[in-house]
């Protein structure tokens, strides 16, 4: 696999030549998930200028990069949008813009998805914390011979959704009135939704949340050493869970729905010296 490694030094230095902070976290928005967060705007432009290959639109992502300096100083990498493999993308273009943030400085990932709920006790609109993930688009970004100065050739896995970032989470979820389960993310290749009878077997087999990204960005994450939160919102059930059918309007929709509670909640996050603790 190509991993890109020469454009994206290209980039890193262009963004210092450029005179940009180094950012302490990077923040990537899900599908109808670009909520607006307090803050000052150092300045924002099209993802497409950082990236060294053409960017597909797709609804619900502005693909846009953001720098945001939060009320306490913290430098943001905000990504409004991500990229995702049923585009056409290989995992180290999905990857590219995390990757760059993390040479650029970040240590801590703060993401969020839109996902199918497999759980019937999850309604549209819950709010959940990713506790652990399943990979079922047979690909990684650390295929092939990534450099060996970007993290180990096998990274641990074990707790690659950080545990003290989900309290943190769950702490601020319960001062703003809400609870914030967890579950594990079944991460699908797409475009098409999951049959009914594929939803089941991710049920047997652990999966509470589905849907077609993250998964690749976590591993990409936690290879170079970035502790890593995801949110996750229940934008509609799962084939099969209700007897519908599926539409991605209803995935926006229910971002829209959500938008109140999820900035309040990455408001507080990024507002907490906590965040970018080491484990």
């Known amino acids: 696999m190509n991993h890109l490694v020469p454009e994206l030094e290209a980039a890193a230095a262009r963004w210092h030549a450029a005179g940009h902070p180094a950012p302490d976290v990077v923040l990537v928005a899900g599908s109808g998930l670009s909520v607006d967060l307090p803050g000052t705007r150092r300045g924002a432009e099209p993802l497409a200028d950082w990236l060294p290959f053409p960017v597909r639109s797709v609804a619900g992502h502005a693909h846009a990069l953001e720098r945001i300096e939060t009320p306490a100083g913290r ?71 990534p450099p060996a100065g970007w993290g180990p ?63 690749h960005e976590v591993i990409a994450a936690r290879h170079m050493g970035l502790r890593c939160l995801v949110l996750s919102l229940v934008a509609n059930p799962a084939a099969g869970v209700v007897d519908a059918p599926l539409h991605h309007d209803e995935v926006l929709e229910a971002g829209r729905a959500a938008s109140g509670r999820l900035a309040a909640l990455l408001t507080a996050l990024l507002g907490d010296p906590r965040l970018n603790e080491p484990d």
């Open 153 to 215: 050739r096998f990274p641990d896995m074990s707790a690659a959704y950080a545990p003290a970032l989900r309290e943190l989470a769950r702490q601020h979820a319960a001062q703003l009135g809400f609870e914030l389960p967890e579950g594990v993310y079944a991460g699908m290749p797409g475009p098409a939704y999951e049959t009914p009878a594929e939803v089941r077997m991710l049920r047997t087999l652990g999966a509470d949340l589905v849907g077609m990204s993250t998964v």
């Open 75 to 145: 430098q943001v990498v905000y990504l409004r949008g991500r990229l995702h493999g049923y585009q056409g993308y290989t995992p180290a273009e999905v990857v590219f813009p995390l990757r760059l943030a993390a040479r650029l400085g970040a240590r801590t990932l703060l993401m969020t998805n839109a996902a199918g709920g497999i759980r019937p006790e999850w309604p549209a609109g819950t709010l959940a914390a990713i506790a652990d993930q399943i990979n079922f688009t047979g690909s990684s970004p650390l295929h092939g011979e």
